[in-house]
C-alpha cells in the first residue's frame, strides 16, 4: 500500500476546494450576469400614454397587453401595436418621438443600426393611419409600408395605408423622403403625395393639412 506524504494530502485537499468554490462562483455569477444582459437586451424603447378604446400591444411571446385611458405601458422592439374599429392610441418613444395612431392601424416597432448613422427606430406600418412628431433635434426614423418608405429627422406629418397598400403621405411641418422601389420625393410643409404599388411616388401636391389630422384631437389632449 502507498501512503501518501502529508504535503502531497494537503495539496489533493486545497485544490479539490478551490475546484469547488470556483464551481460555485460560476453558478453563483451565471445567474446575475445573464440577468443583467437579459436586462440590457430588454430595455422599453417607448411609452403608450394614452387610449381610447381597445389598444392591444401584443409581445414577442405572443402575450397581449392592453391600455385604456391615460397611463404608461412601456413598449419594446418587436412588440405588435394594435388598434381596432373604435380605438386609438398615443405612444412616445423615449427620445422624444411622438406617434399617434388612428382606428385599425397595426404597425411593429424596430431599429436598424449603420455604423455612420447609429441607430434609426423604424415602424413597419401594415394598414391604418399614424400621426408622428419628430420635432426638437434630430430624430432619425422610418416608417415602411407594404409599397412605400418614409425617412424623416425633423418633422409632423400623416402616413395613411390603406388595404390595398396604397400610402398617402401628407407633411404638416418639415421635409419627409417619400420612396418606393422606383424612385425617392422630398415632400415639404403642406404638401401630399401618393405611393403606389409599382410607381414611383406621385408629384406633391398642396394640400389643406387641418383635415387630415384633424383625427388627432382627442387622443392627443
Known amino acids: 500500500m502507498t501512503v501518501k506524504e502529508p504535503t502531497e494530502v494537503a495539496h489533493h485537499t486545497w485544490t479539490q476546494q478551490t475546484f469547488m468554490f ?42 397581449e397587453e392592453q391600455l385604456e385611458g391615460k397611463g404608461a405601458l412601456p413598449l419594446f422592439e418587436g412588440d405588435v401595436l394594435r388598434t381596432d374599429g373604435s380605438s386609438q392610441a ?31 427606430r423604424v415602424l413597419r406600418l401594415k394598414h391604418g393611419e399614424v400621426w408622428v412628431d419628430t420635432q426638437g433635434g434630430p ?14 429627422k425633423g418633422t409632423e406629418f400623416d402616413l395613411l395605408v390603406s388595404p390595398d397598400g396604397q400610402s398617402t403621405l401628407t ?30 411616388c406621385t408629384k406633391p401636391q398642396p394640400t389643406n393639412v387641418s383635415p387630415t389630422i384633424a383625427w388627432t384631437q382627442g387622443i392627443r389632449q
Open 22 to 63: 470556483l464551481c460555485l462562483l460560476g453558478l453563483f455569477w451565471l445567474p446575475l450576469n445573464s440577468m443583467d444582459l437579459a436586462l440590457a437586451a430588454g430595455d422599453a424603447v417607448g411609452t403608450a400614454t394614452n387610449a381610447i378604446g381597445g389598444f392591444i400591444v401584443v409581445r414577442t411571446d405572443g402575450i
Open 90 to 120: 398615443m405612444i412616445e418613444f423615449n427620445n422624444g418621438i411622438k406617434v399617434a395612431l388612428n382606428e385599425n392601424t397595426m404597425f411593429t416597432i424596430l431599429s436598424r443600426w449603420e455604423k455612420d448613422k447609429g441607430y434609426t
Open 139 to 152: 430624430k432619425p426614423l422610418e416608417i415602411e409600408t407594404p409599397v412605400a418608405t418614409a425617412a424623416v
Open 171 to 200: 407633411v404638416i411641418s418639415g421635409v419627409v423622403e417619400f420612396g418606393t422601389a422606383f424612385g425617392t420625393c422630398p415632400i415639404k410643409t403642406s404638401k401630399i403625395s401618393y405611393g403606389n404599388r409599382g410607381k414611383k
